[in-house]
């Protein structure tokens, strides 16, 4: 490893290190920590991560309109997950693009996939698809949307309107797939406090950094990524890169990362934020 490499390490490492519970608070992830059973966990995850698009304080609102009417155990909610009763309590839910229909669509999808496979990890790891995540996420994502969706919609095919579809995107089409990945994330890493460590089937080496608005900037002035799209082919990048510090755990340093945007307000802009910013040795935003 090279002197600046090394050197960065340390920095990311340090910045690992100091993650706290603010930063939890103000992440979607926090809604997955209500909870203390597995599949309980496991659940919030899918559906937490699955909105996680927007402003943070829009999101963490929505959220709480999803889990609120859930109760003290999502797999129950789930397990007698009825689409007419769903649509009656959501009636009212909209974030963004997605509305009470989409939102019951996915409750009833994770219903099926615990029907089937017993749990979400279950299903995504069933797939006969070749060892690659990516084989899998395209797998996850093309299986979820075949689903018969018809109690929700009436239809066994998604109406062409529906937006459940921007909920599971998937490499084969470009996209970086953020929220899939944050998921992943969360559920596959060690339980370090922060992430979740409830998946065995799949290796933390394995993960592909979630890019957010926040990552792509942030990598790029860190030399992490050359690319200025914030696609799949980037994620890979940033991966790759993250790999050369930590082979054995690349995505580690996505949540202090990203919360350097998210908490701490780098907007890639300079000024005097960077005088306190912990990465701003490495960080070519003063050349820009």
Same mark, same amino acid.
Request: proline content about 6%; hydrophobic content about 35%.
């Given at each position: 490893?090279?002197?600046?490499?090394?050197?960065?390490?340390? =920095?990311?490492?340090?910045?690992?290190?100091?993650?706290?519970?603010?930063? !939890?608070?103000?992440?979607?992830?926090?809604?997955?920590?209500?909870?203390?059973?597995?599949?309980?966990?496991?659940?919030?995850?899918?559906?937490?991560?699955?909105?996680?698009? %927007?402003?943070?304080? +829009?999101?963490?609102?929505?959220?709480?309109?999803?889990?609120?009417?859930?109760?003290?155990?999502?797999?129950?909610?789930?397990?007698?997950?009825?689409?007419? #009763?769903?649509?009656?309590?959501?009636?009212?839910?909209?974030?963004?693009?997605?509305?009470?229909?989409?939102?019951?669509?996915?409750? $009833?999808?994770? /219903?099926?996939?615990?029907?089937?496979?017993?749990?979400?990890?279950?299903?995504?790891?069933?797939?006969?698809?070749?060892? =690659?995540?990516?084989?899998?996420?395209?797998?996850?994502? /093309?299986?979820?949307?075949?689903?018969?969706?018809?109690?929700?919609?009436?239809?066994?095919?998604? *109406?062409?309107?529906?937006?459940?579809?921007?909920?599971?995107?998937?490499?084969?089409?470009?996209?970086?797939?953020?929220?899939?990945?944050?998921?992943?994330? $969360?559920?596959?890493?060690?339980?370090?406090?922060?992430?979740?460590?409830? $998946?065995?089937?799949?290796?933390?080496?394995?993960?592909?950094?979630? +890019?957010?608005?926040?990552?792509?900037?942030?990598?790029?002035?860190?030399?992490?990524?050359? #690319?200025?799209?914030?696609? $799949?082919?980037?994620?890979?990048?940033?991966? =790759?890169? !993250?790999?050369?510090?930590?082979?054995?755990? *690349? +995505?580690?340093?996505?949540?202090?990362? @990203?919360? !350097?945007?998210?908490?701490? %307000?780098?907007?890639?802009?300079?000024?005097?934020? @960077?005088?306190?910013?912990?990465?701003? /040795?490495?960080?070519?935003?003063?050349?820009?």
């Amino acid at each position: 490893m090279s002197k600046n490499l090394s050197e960065l390490k340390q =920095t990311l490492d340090e910045l690992y290190n100091a993650r706290s519970t603010v930063h !939890l608070a103000n992440d979607p992830l926090s809604f997955c920590h209500r909870y203390h059973l597995p599949a309980d966990r496991e659940i919030a995850a899918l559906i937490a991560s699955a909105f996680a698009y %927007g402003a943070v304080k +829009v999101i963490k609102k929505s959220l709480a309109g999803i889990f609120e009417p859930m109760g003290n155990s999502p797999s129950e909610f789930i397990d007698s997950f009825s689409p007419a #009763r769903g649509q009656k309590l959501f009636e009212g839910f909209r974030h963004r693009f997605n509305d009470g229909r989409d939102l019951c669509c996915l409750l $009833w999808a994770i /219903r099926k996939i615990r029907e089937k496979s017993g749990s979400i990890e279950g299903f995504f790891t069933g797939f006969d698809t070749g060892p =690659t995540l990516e084989a899998r996420m395209n797998s996850f994502s /093309r299986e979820v949307l075949s689903m018969d969706f018809r109690p929700v919609t009436g239809s066994s095919r998604l *109406p062409e309107d529906s937006y459940l579809r921007f909920l599971f995107p998937s490499p084969s089409g470009g996209s970086a797939c953020k929220r899939l990945c944050m998921f992943l994330r $969360w559920v596959v890493r060690p339980d370090d406090g922060i992430d979740l460590g409830l $998946w065995k089937n799949v290796k933390p080496s394995e993960l592909v950094i979630p +890019v957010d608005v926040h990552i792509s900037r942030i990598a790029r002035f860190l030399g992490l990524a050359t #690319r200025t799209s914030a696609d $799949w082919k980037m994620a890979m990048e940033i991966t =790759t890169s !993250l790999r050369l510090l930590d082979p054995e755990d *690349p +995505v580690k340093y996505d949540f202090s990362l @990203c919360h !350097l945007g998210i908490s701490e %307000g780098c907007d890639g802009r300079g000024g005097e934020i @960077c005088s306190t910013c912990p990465v701003s /040795r490495h960080c070519s935003i003063k050349d820009g």
